[in-house]
């Protein structure tokens, strides 16, 4: 077992704790639930179910500004995997050139965390269930040095939501884990592992007398809170981050939105983004966009690329376009722009700087109230979209949730598929170079 600090090891026999960051532990008869895990196997296990009618999209539109063709070619879909019934966080590729993914089962009972490891041809090897004996959910995963991994989730628990985090060794096997939070609620949105070992947690937070902040926790390799940190004007607005990324040389990127209040008593949402030191110290918050929200957000030497969405002017709920924004080190806005999906609702949720230097992006168009279809895109430094296109047909209801590079040039996007009968399965989209 790794060496772990006091808290993780009162957490691993599910004894009462203050696990609070800055808040009291829980109250007298209000113990926290049960950690527990499980291998998931024989009638539990998490199948693969793969289905002849989640085809390719062979109508692949290229977008190519003049000059460009030599970045314009789409890539195409190489493998395809459904799996057993449940909701799908993230996806990242694993050392041995398999993938391993999280997001939720109810294997348990309830809600728990999930997280599964499939070789390089998208099949299970094993998979594991985590968290409490109450509802708990997964969000990301990311691989460890050692070859671990690291998954950030959430738990409900004493009527309120905290972050929880799972560390384990390359098999699935427990190092430690626990829950997270505040004396109200916390909801977990990104992770990512830190060069030092730890991890960086952001999301949103209302321990901070009700009002809701965009939050984020820096923890040690062993569990250990080192700091965390609060973006908020109080009763004035309300901030959430839902995307972060390391910034190369140190220090961190985090997106999301900021809701403030404006003359004559309305509210307005604009995209936010906030950089901070390796040590919290913040280092530069902006904003872009009227209406606009960022989702995902990738860090380069040279600057930061946030994807999301935004409304159109005059409005705040109809008629969502993508969005995306390229911000320099010291947080001034390179560019801006706003891309029509073709649908009533088009949304961006993540972005990585792909193997020539340009940026891909996973995101989820809706046609219709019944339909919902993956999406994908490339920019270039520039913000112009060298290809976008949708890799299913458009009867498929599929989403686009997070993605990874790999090791051949090319990347993995996790995400949802739904049949007919309105069942949800986990759907991993592997795509060439």
């Known amino acids: 077992m790794l060496q772990c600090s006091w808290k993780n090891l009162i957490l691993g026999t599910g004894i009462v704790a203050q696990l609070a960051c800055g808040g009291p532990p829980p109250a007298a008869g209000e113990a926290l639930g049960q950690t527990k895990s499980i291998a998931l196997t024989g009638n539990s ?5 793969d289905t002849a ?18 970045f314009a070619v789409a890539p195409t879909l190489q493998a395809n995997a459904l799996y057993a019934e449940g909701s ?4 990242v590729q694993t050392s041995d050139g398999g993938y391993a993914f999280t997001g939720t089962t109810t294997a348990l009972g309830d809600d728990d965390i999930l997280l599964v490891k499939t070789d390089a041809f998208l099949n299970v090897q094993w998979a ?11 969000v990301e995963v990311r691989a460890t040095s050692d070859g671990g991994f690291l998954i950030a989730g959430q738990t409900f628990q004493n009527n309120n939501f905290d972050f929880y985090l799972v560390r384990t060794d390359s098999a699935g096997n427990i190092y430690w884990q626990g829950p997270y939070g505040g004396t109200l609620q916390e909801y977990p949105a990104a992770m990512e592992v830190t060069p030092d070992g730890g991890c960086i947690l952001v999301g949103k937070t209302r321990s901070n007398l009700g009002y809701q902040d965009a939050y984020m926790m820096k923890f ?9 940190k609060a973006f908020t004007s109080g009763a004035d607005g309300t901030y959430e981050f839902e995307g972060v990324a390391n910034v190369p040389g140190g220090g961190y990127v985090a997106v999301g939105s900021r ?34 929200y960022f989702t995902g957000v990738a860090a380069t030497s040279t600057g930061y690329v ?4 935004i409304y159109p002017p005059g409005t705040s709920s109809i008629g969502a376009d993508f969005y995306s924004a390229r911000f320099n080190t010291t947080g001034g806005t390179l560019w801006a722009r706003t891309i029509s999906g073709g649908t009533p609702g088009d949304y961006l949720s993540d972005v990585k700087v792909a193997s020539d230097g340009n940026y891909v ?17 490339k920019l270039d430094n520039s913000g112009n979209t060298l290809w976008s296109f949708g890799p299913y047909l458009s009867t498929d209801v599929t989403s686009g949730e997070s993605l990874a590079m790999t090791s051949d040039g090319g990347f993995i996007v996790s995400g949802g598929y739904t049949d007919s009968t309105n069942t949800p399965y986990l759907l991993l989209s592997k795509f060439s170079p």
């Not at 946030?306 to 969405?309: S, W």
């Open 220 to 228: 040690s390799a062993t569990g250990a809170v080192q700091w965390s």
């Open 128 to 138: 594991y269930a985590y968290g409490t004996t109450n509802d708990d959910s997964g």
């Open 259 to 292: 809701q403030v209040k404006v003359s004559g008593g309305g509210w307005e949402t604009y995209g936010f983004a906030a950089k901070v030191s390796s040590a919290g110290s913040t280092l530069f918050q902006v904003s872009s966009g009227r209406f606009a």
């Open 361 to 377: 992006i996973t995101g989820s168009i809706v046609p219709s109230s019944s339909q919902r279809n993956l999406r994908l895109l």
């Open 53 to 70: 009618s989640l085809k390719k999209h062979v109508d692949i539109t290229a977008l190519v500004s003049s000059g460009r063709s030599a």
């Open 45 to 49: 296990a998490i199948k693969r179910l």
């Open 306 to 309: 946030a994807v999301g969405y």
């Open 88 to 91: 799908g966080g993230s996806v």
